[in-house]
């Protein structure tokens, strides 16, 4: 198979070579194999990428609303023309079952859901005698995980930019094909050079290098919590804003006046999104003790709708891990559930039969599992779910909270008033009730799940300072 090498980075409106020369394999998840090679930036391109940003910002922060949303249509318009090419470059690169084109179409939808948001947005409000002017922070780094590549990078630049500010994008080194095809539609918008641009590299060096550089006043971050917490010291030092969009470990709760049918598919669809590979995943079941055996033989049953295999497959709900490691990430989670007691209802170590190559997981259920458990404490970011049981609701309340996560939750049940109730009393950024579900609503953790809120208009006061004119 022919190799792609994607020795191209993106600063000030050109395709340029890198400056670092490391060379670092692209691989199919689903098969093993190298697919391409990408030559990483480094620090000296990092510096260039954010000082043609510094240069953009003073003509782009002075844009109206209105030229904004143009720009914001024109980015929309490239990403949907590259469509065909991005859902390969998923599916090649990600091992994203082809039935999830949700991965591709969020990413023009964000430029969408932030044109909604401009429209109706006040940049000058009114307190007292005081004029409230919302102005754009300044250079914005951006920096975004493997699992949603394309997603990430046109909600966080949609969002920096609608606010007017310029940005510097560094996506993960594990995502250059689908970075690449990316940078080729949003360079078709034909924005002003400099405005965005894109250097794919390492953490410690590109990253680094943002997080520390006194000209970017400002970090967006979606990573692991590891990650999120090295930033936030990094960041300490130029005191930047921060918003970080880190792990999760969130609960489904079904409750007892549930339709237990549906609601065992709903919590295990929550569990088994993205290949389970994502941060809102529902990993822990919350079922009522007193319909235990009922929860469990639903589950057990319902397993079958959530087939793992070639993601080229339309029938494939669940495709490969993203890498080598990842893969072993996961088994190494599964060995862990069953040391601690926990037992296997279905799946289990290994790799799932008649599929000996790529990094494919056996979809696991665990059952008899508490919430002291490793498996019920710690992201795994792969497909090994836990069902655990509660007496009433307040021990359903308490074993939700009791995480030191808090980015989603999900309930379930057959009374709306109840549900609302419960979810008055989570500790998550978000709660969906029967899969409710509203784009333009605030995204972001409590606790260890991060700091600050993404999309809609609460995303975009994240890009913006406040000034106060008084007369
Ligand atoms: P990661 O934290 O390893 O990497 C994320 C990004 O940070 C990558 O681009 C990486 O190169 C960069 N990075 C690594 N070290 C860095 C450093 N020292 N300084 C600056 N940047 C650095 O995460 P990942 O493995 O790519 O993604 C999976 C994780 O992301 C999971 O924990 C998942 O929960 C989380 N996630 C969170 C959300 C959310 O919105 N809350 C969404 C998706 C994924």
Redesign the pocket.
Known sequence: MEQNVIDKIYIDGKFVTPHGTDLADLFNPATGQVIGQVQFADEVDTETAIAAAKRALPAWSATSTEERIDALRRLQAAVAAKRTEMLEAVLLEFGAPVRNEWLVDSAAGAFGDMIKTLESFNFTRQVGTATVQMAPVGVAGL??????NLF?IADKLATALAAGCTVVI??????ATQTNVMTQALHEAGLPNGVFNIVT????V???T??RHPDVPRIS????????K??FR?AADTLKSLT?????KSPSIILDDADFESAIVGALFSGFVNSS?????GTRILVPESRLDEALAAATAHMADFPVGDPSDPATAIGPM?SER?WERVQSYICRGVEEGARILVGGPGRPEGLPDGYFVRPTLFADVTNDMTIARE?I?GPVLSILTYRDEDHAVEIANDTDYG?HAYVFSSDPERARRIASRLQAGRVSINGGYEPLSP???FKQ??IGR?YGAYGLEGFLESRSVMQ
């Open positions: 920096i975004t995980p493997w699992n949603s990430f560094k996506p993960s080194e594990m995502s590299g390492l953490g410690d590109v990253g680094t943002i997080t971050f979606t990573g692991s919590t590891a990650v999120g090295v930033i990094e970080l969009e880190l792990g999760g590979q994502a941060c809102v995943a993203v990842q992201e970011f980015l995204f972001g953790g799940s991060g993404e």
